[in-house]
Nanobody
Framework: QVQLVESGGGLVQAGGSLRLSCAAS????????MGWFRQAPGKERESVAH????????YYVDSVKGRFTISRDNDKNTVYLQMNSLKLDDTGIYYC???????????????????WGQGTQVTVSS
């Protein structure tokens, strides 16, 4: 089993920046891919970005390319999501997720991930 804990959410003005963290514990050796999802009110949860635990490959949904950066620190078993130039429609609950499998798709479904954090709220104001 893997436990994931997100932190770093909050309220930020449009154009500002925020950095999310996700600390993994438990059987972290079983993790192949880690990613971030978000869910806005009234919308389905969508994949934002994901990264392979032991490789450099990164993927982003088109709407955040050039603004968001996913990274990892293997020594700390932690992944990060640096969010810059935030927009109003970036608002939502952001979830950290981990998969035991190698994910090649740019838009993986929720079912591709095996473990989930509790979520952290990100609110972008005008």
């Amino acid at each position: 089993q893997v436990q994931l804990v997100e932190s770093g959410g909050g309220l930020v003005q449009a154009g500002g920046s925020l950095r999310l963290s996700c600390a993994a514990s438990g059987r972290t050796d079983s993790i192949y891919t880690m990613g971030w999802f978000r869910q806005a009110p009234g919308k389905e949860r969508e994949s934002v970005a994901h990264i392979r635990w032991s490789e450099s490959n990164t993927y982003y949904v088109d709407s955040v390319k050039g603004r968001f950066t996913i990274s990892r620190d293997n020594d700390k078993n932690t992944v990060y999501l640096q969010m810059n130039s935030l927009k109003l429609d970036d608002t939502g609950i952001y979830y950290c997720a981990a998969s035991r499998y190698r994910i090649l798709s740019q838009y993986p479904p929720q079912s591709a991930f095996d473990y989930w954090g509790q979520g952290t709220q990100v609110t972008v104001s005008s």
